[in-house]
C-alpha cells in the first residue's frame, strides 16, 4: 500500500470515528430533550469512494463504502409523523418530512405556562366578575351596619323627677299647728284637691283631674283590703280624722287603680311603699291634695301619704314596719293595718338592690297589690 493510500485510510477511520463521536453526542443531546428515536429504512450499501468523508449537515457523515447512512438511528420529534425514504445511497430524506443522514431536528414543543391569578383577573371576564364581588360586598357590610336601625328609637330626656319621697328621707319641715285641717267627706270634687302637674313619663298612667268623690258615712266604718302577691292585710280607715285621703282612696280603688301596681319601695325596719302604676316613684293620680290628721304617732302597721312636699297626697302611701320609726309630722295617717301583717312583712323581706333614693331600696323581684277594694260595714 502506498503512504498515498495509507493516509486515505487514515483520514477515513478519523472520519468515521468523529461521525460516531458526534451521533452519540447528538444521541444522547436528543435522549434528555425527550425527542425519540426512529429506525431508518435500510438502504443499500453505499458505493465506495476514494474521496476523503466529508460532515454532512446535521452531524452524520457520508463515506464511500462506510454504510454510514444504513441503519443508523436518526432522531425525530415524537409527535412528527416523518416517513423514511427508499434511496439506496445515504438514505436521502424525502419529501413529507423524513429524516436521514443530515436531516433538520424538529424541537419538542416547550410546555404551557399556567396563567397566574393577576393574568386571568386582567381579562373582560375577570373584571366583570372582581366588580361583582365588590359589589355584593359593599351592598352586605351596609346592611348589616345598618340592620335594626329602623327600630331605634331616640331616647326622651330624662324629666325631673317628682319622686314622692319616703319618710324622713327628704325633710320639708313641721307645718304650723295653727294650719287648719281641710274638711271633706261630702260628695262632689274631692276638698282640697288641684290638678298636678307631672313628667311626660307618667301620662296615660290611669291619670285623672279633680276627682268626684262619693260622701262618707259618718256611721259606717270603712276598710280596705289589700291583696298582693305575697298576701293578704286588711286596714281600717280613719273616715273622720282623714276624710279627704280616704275618700281618694275609695275614688281609685273602685276605678282599679292599684291592681298590678308594685310597692317601689321596700326599707326593712321601717317602711314599705307603693302606689305608682309606673313603678318608679315619680307618678301619681294626676291630681294632689292636702295634708291631715299631722302630729299623729306612727306606731307599727300604720298607714300613711307619702308626699315630695306640703299638701302634694296623690296615690303613693306607706305602711310603718315598727313602732314609732323617727318620723316627724309630715305625713297624713290615714289608716292602721288590722289584719295580715305577716304579708306587710314578706314584702320587706324581699331582695334589694340599688334605689332611685340612693339607698338599697329596690326589690329585685316584683311585689305588687293584685287589688284593693273597700269594704263599708
Known sequence: MTQKAKARARARRDAERDAEKRQRAEQERNRRLGIEPVEEASAAPARASTTPARVVRGGATAAAGAGVGTGTTRIRPAAAGARTGGNARGARPTTGGATGVGARRRAAPLPRRRRGLLARIATPLGWAITAGVLAVLIVGGYLIANAGGGNRAAAAPTATPLIATAPAVVPHGTPTATVPAPKGGGAGPLAGAVVAQQPASCHGYKTYGVPNAAALDPKKTYSAVFDTNKGTFTAKLYAQQAPIAVQSLIFLAQRHYFDNVPFHRVIPGFVIQGGDPTGTGECGPGYKFSDENLGKPYPRGTLAMANSGPNTNGSQFFVVLKD??????????????????????????????????????????????????????
Open 324 to 377: 314609732n320609726p323617727g318620723l316627724g309630722p309630715l305625713y297624713t295617717p290615714f289608716g292602721q293595718v288590722t289584719n295580715g301583717l305577716n304579708a306587710v312583712d314578706a314584702i320587706a323581706g324581699v331582695p334589694l338592690g340599688p334605689g332611685a333614693d340612693g339607698q338599697n331600696s329596690s326589690p329585685k323581684v316584683k311585689v305588687y297589690m293584685k287589688s284593693v277594694r273597700i269594704v263599708e260595714s
